[in-house]
């Protein structure tokens, strides 16, 4: 394979492991992790999502950084060349296509959500959750879905910080970023965590995470176990085969994806231990799923607590954090394709990328109000319909190619040369699973998907 122009490396070698557990780290692991880990057994469903990771996730992570660092390009062109070294199909580029297609529509509605972050951080920074009860928490949430002009310029605002780190290229812009917005969040999680000891009912927290209660553990949460072991792990959405194509060839592959599946789900873990002792604290709130914890549940239990109004500020700083660094993955693979396949400078491909993304989001925007009760297909709105073409055709199909073609399909000579620094008893552990078992399950995923969408 003739070797590519290398656009840029990171400068150093933790680098690639801050930037691929920013990715994974985002508004999942704040809230729904925890709680889906809660209500579905436990310490049982904790032991099931790991089986899930490592049968799932890390053989696919390794996969797309291993393609990325060989193709040495944006996924569209780093798929390109890789597929042409194996004298394979060039419609395998078409997992470099899905991969900053789906990114690229994420990136349209996580930021209008994201930006509800935002709006909360100054919310709590004012001391407006002081005195809050459930209606009042309900009736603020659901004024700021209704507020079209308040979520367009939340939504803007993350747009911009976003496209501000990307305009400063990799290692100024994303290798800058990545190690001072991780570091500050572990920082900002560890102090919640001592809060939440001090403060709430931590028993009941560690209780409600890791008892293990086996009798909790349904069909719907291995479902669950599996679906979020390979969302979390941002696979599919270009972001990890971009980052990968940065990485230097003297770090292992295998050593830094077991690194970054780790910090992922000790993160999500310690975010359920801040959450949930502050919520037990309070008997009368309900650690309700998904928003409703987050921004209806939380601002009721930080009005009422002591010193609320700085640690309500802190844990919404620390969520939009993650976002943060979720949404700078998601931004970058279509940039760095702009700029290496049209030659477009960083500025106006981020600038003409972020627009796009700002329409698309406006029918986020509309979603949540004007066109609530529109409906597109099978009930959905245009947010629904969104999530779904992402969610659940996007990454698990882009998943399931990726998975076929590295262990079919992808000649074994570059394969095994990216993986040179890691044993052959590892490779061969690895390739199994990623032939045989990880295609069977990324199925599951998808099919118990489309089946749960349209069944009724």
């Not at 996924?75 to 070294?85: G, N």
């Not at 395998?92 to 900053?100: A, D, E, K, P, Q």
Request: overall charge positive; hydrophobic content about 55%; aromatic content about 12%.
């Amino acid at each position: 394979m003739r070797k590519a122009q290398q656009h840029a490396i990171w400068g150093r070698r933790g680098t690639f492991i801050l930037a691929a557990t920013g990715s994974a780290v985002g508004l999942g692991n704040i809230w729904k992790f925890p709680y889906i880990t809660g209500e579905n057994g436990g310490g049982a469903f904790v032991v099931m999502y790991l089986l899930c990771i490592c049968l799932i996730g890390l053989p696919v992570l390794v996969a797309e950084i291993m393609l990325g660092r060989r193709g040495r390009a944006s996924p569209i062109l780093a798929m390109q060349r890789v597929a042409r070294e194996s004298n394979s199909s060039k419609l395998w580029s078409l997992i470099g296509w899905s991969g900053v297609l789906a990114g690229f529509i994420i990136l349209s509605y996580y930021s209008v959500i994201a930006g509800w972050t935002l709006e909360y951080v100054t919310t709590a920074a004012r001391g407006g959750f002081e005195g809050f009860d459930g209606v009042a928490a309900n009736n603020t949430f659901t004024a700021l879905q209704g507020d079209i002009s308040t979520l367009v310029q939340w939504q803007t605002a993350f747009l911009c910080m976003t496209a501000l780190i990307i305009m400063f290229g990799v290692t100024r812009g994303l290798e800058t970023a990545v190690r001072i917005l991780m570091p500050l969040l572990f920082c900002l999680l560890v102090v919640l965590l001592g809060y939440a000891a001090y403060a709430g009912d931590f028993a009941a927290g560690f209780n409600f995470l890791f008892k293990f209660r086996f009798d909790q553990l349904s069909l719907e949460g291995l479902s669950l176990a599996l679906g979020h072991a390979f969302f979390t792990l941002s696979l599919s959405m270009g972001a990890i085969m971009a980052y990968g194509s940065y990485m230097p060839h003297n770090q292992s592959i295998l050593k830094t994806a077991a690194t970054v599946g780790v910090l992922d789900t000790a993160i999500a873990l310690l975010a359920g231990l801040v959450i949930f002792p502050i919520v037990f604290a309070n008997p009368g709130v309900e650690p309700g799923a998904g928003p409703g914890l987050m921004f209806v549940s939380l601002p009721i239990v930080f009005g009422a607590m002591p010193l609320g109004e700085v640690f309500g500020t802190v844990f919404f700083l620390l969520v939009t954090l993650a976002a943060w660094s979720s949404t700078i993955s998601l931004l970058e693979p279509a940039v760095a394709y702009l700029t290496e396949r049209f030659r477009f400078h960083r500025v106006a491909a981020n600038l003409l990328i972020i627009f796009c993304a700002w329409l698309l989001g406006l029918t986020t925007v509309f979603s949540l109000n004007r066109w609530q009760d529109l409906s597109l297909v099978a009930g959905m709105t245009p947010f629904d319909l969104s999530t779904f073409i992402t969610e659940q055709v996007l990454l698990p199909l882009g998943a399931l190619a990726t998975a076929i073609y590295v262990g079919w399909f992808m000649k074994k000579r570059p394969l095994r040369r990216e993986l040179a620094l890691d044993s052959s008893r590892w490779f061969v552990r690895w390739l199994t699973v990623l032939k045989y078992v990880s295609p069977m399950l990324i199925a599951v995923v998808f099919v118990l998907g489309i089946v749960d969408k349209f069944a009724g």
